[in-house]
């Protein structure tokens, strides 16, 4: 081991992953890029405190002449990417891998961020699955002595998702320093396994996570660059599709697909992220950015068909693919009446996205593939993408972007209650290592937990009020809390009152943490020892309090 690097935990599969060789290349990663890692955090941290002060994102001035020039195009589609008609996520777990290679779908987003808890061992397993995965040997046995294996004569083209440049990865220390998750996440896998993925035919992809700017892209594609250079493959081997999940990023889909274009596999579009950066962004703009109950945000509201039909014409106007968002839904053979429904109604979405110019679409679980496959066969028919429709006929419109006073709806007592639910229940399992929480009947990840706890603080900071005509106050709030937890089992071994407590700090105090992952992982999983459950909010989350702290 290198004598900079330091790892503070222990866990199996560790020396498989964790490497001299490995280290070495991390440790490159780490010394060229971080510098720049953390002047971009600190441009996001402005950025929000200006949208905090009353400025609004708006297109870029100084990057209007790539959005004008019609002549560039990035990269064509890299082997593998081709068709992306369905694409199925969820955590590197054995046992979902399995599934996820055996589902039918295109492509698997392999998800080390949002659908995964950062527990070291989580960390570690990842890189260890994906090399099994990789290499055809991958087997699992249940404790109950249920076996699985892959099965498909085809399996997806692997899509890894690493963690968004705000993650720290506090087990690998450098200098005493945390190093970037992101690097950690891109750089065991690229280093691991480039040389297989291309000898079988395939490469090293990723899906980005996060990005708040093309300057953000930028980076990323200078990671790649040097990576590239270090492991002696081709340049432009590396391929990325950008989760357009911040809207700040709809700003500069364009931008984006030109830091990347040699690089470049496309755009997604991020719809639970992506409503959790406008809530974010704007939860201390007064009532006409308040938003009705999550259930109730459709992709029908006009701020969200602005977004999806701007990104498809940004995408297909470059040569890019554009993927459409997630079908949440976990179908249940013991309710087949309202898997019925449920399955009728992420037909239509899918549908809708495929009518819309989309090339493909995510789901969450293996039992919604067909539905989404036969929308998009439906469409695609035997094409493998739609890239020449360029809707030109989209406008590009920063108003309808931000227009969040068309949105119908309302908050109820019930959507109220269900969001803390589900702030609480994700947030246990979270922290005992799962990313992915099935909740009544939803595919739970830390995307929709931010937009729960995200909607309660801006609820009650905006009082607004439940359509029985009560206000939303803390009291309230810590009320239904209080409700919940009587009848949560605090058994050993769950973390019901870690989960309360995080909760309460995220969603009920006066300071907004920027991410509920990094407050949870400062408080309870950064190196393994648990903080207390009282005091502040970790330092980097301050500048995202109300203006009058952010200007102190």
Request: glycine share 6%.
């Amino acid at each position: 081991m290198h004598d900079r690097i330091r790892i503070t935990d222990t866990a199996e599969g560790q020396d498989r992953v964790l490497t001299d060789e490995a280290l070495a290349f991390l440790l490159a990663l780490h010394d060229r890029f971080e510098p720049t890692r953390q002047q971009l955090l600190q441009i996001r941290r402005k950025r929000r405190a200006a949208f905090a002060d009353g400025d609004s994102p708006r297109f870029l001035e100084s990057t209007r002449r790539i959005r004008e020039d019609g002549s560039w195009r990035v990269a064509p589609p890299a082997p593998g990417l081709e068709d992306r008609r369905v694409e199925i996520t969820g955590p590197i777990e054995r046992k979902m891998t399995i599934n996820a290679l055996n589902s039918g779908a295109k492509v698997w987003l392999a998800d080390c961020e949002d659908a995964s808890s950062p527990l070291w061992r989580n960390v570690i397993a990842s890189q260890v699955n994906l090399q099994d995965a990789i290499r055809d040997r991958i087997a699992f046995t249940s404790p109950e002595g249920k076996r699985y294996r892959v099965t498909a004569e085809t399996t997806p083209t692997i899509v890894v998702r690493p963690r968004g440049w705000h993650l720290d990865e506090h087990r690998i220390l450098v200098d005493g320093t945390p190093i970037s998750g992101a690097l950690v996440d891109f750089g065991l896998h690229v280093f691991h396994n480039a040389d297989e993925l291309i000898a079988r035919g395939r490469g090293p992809y990723f899906y980005l996570p996060k990005l708040e700017s093309h300057i953000e892209a930028r980076l990323w594609n200078e990671v790649f660059v040097v990576a590239q250079h270090l492991l002696v493959i081709p340049q432009g081997t590396i391929r990325a599709t950008v989760l357009i999940e911040t809207i700040t990023a709809a700003f500069e889909m364009e931008e984006i697909l030109f830091e990347l274009r040699e690089h470049s596999a496309g755009l997604n579009a991020g719809r639970w992220d992506y409503l959790f950066s406008m809530i974010k962004a704007f939860r201390l703009r007064g009532p006409a950015f308040v938003l009705p109950d999550r259930s109730q945000l459709t992709m029908t509201a006009p701020f969200m068909r602005a977004y999806t039909e701007q990104l498809v014409r940004a995408c297909h106007r470059r040569g890019a693919h554009a993927i459409g968002g997630m079908a949440a839904f976990v179908p249940s053979a013991r309710d087949p009446e309202a898997t019925g429904r449920a399955l009728a109604a992420v037909a239509a979405d899918k549908a809708r996205e495929a009518a819309d110019g989309f090339d493909g679409s995510w789901v969450a679980h293996p039992g919604l593939v067909a539905t989404c496959s036969e929308a998009f066969d439906a469409v695609l028919r035997e094409r493998p993408h739609q890239l020449e429709r360029a809707r030109e006929d989209v406008p590009v419109d920063g108003d309808a972007l931000i227009d969040l006073s068309t949105t119908r709806g309302e908050i109820t007592d019930g959507g109220l209650r269900s969001n803390i639910e589900i702030g609480i229940r994700y947030m246990e399992a979270w922290l005992r290592g799962h990313g992915a929480v099935a909740i009544h009947s939803l595919m739970e990840d830390a995307a929709t937990a931010e937009i729960s706890r995200s909607q309660v603080w801006q609820w009650i900071h905006n009082e607004s009020s439940t359509s029985d005509g009560r206000t939303i106050t803390r009291e309230r709030c810590e009320s239904i809390v209080d409700e919940l937890a009587a009848g949560f089992d605090l058994a050993e071994g769950n973390r019901f009152r870690e989960a309360i407590a995080l909760f309460r700090e995220i969603a009920l105090e006066e300071t907004y943490p920027a991410f509920l992952t990094l407050a949870g992982t400062e408080r309870y999983l950064g190196d393994g020892v648990e903080r207390p459950t009282t005091g502040s909010i970790p330092a980097q989350d301050a500048p995202e309090d109300a203006p009058a702290r952010l200007a102190a």
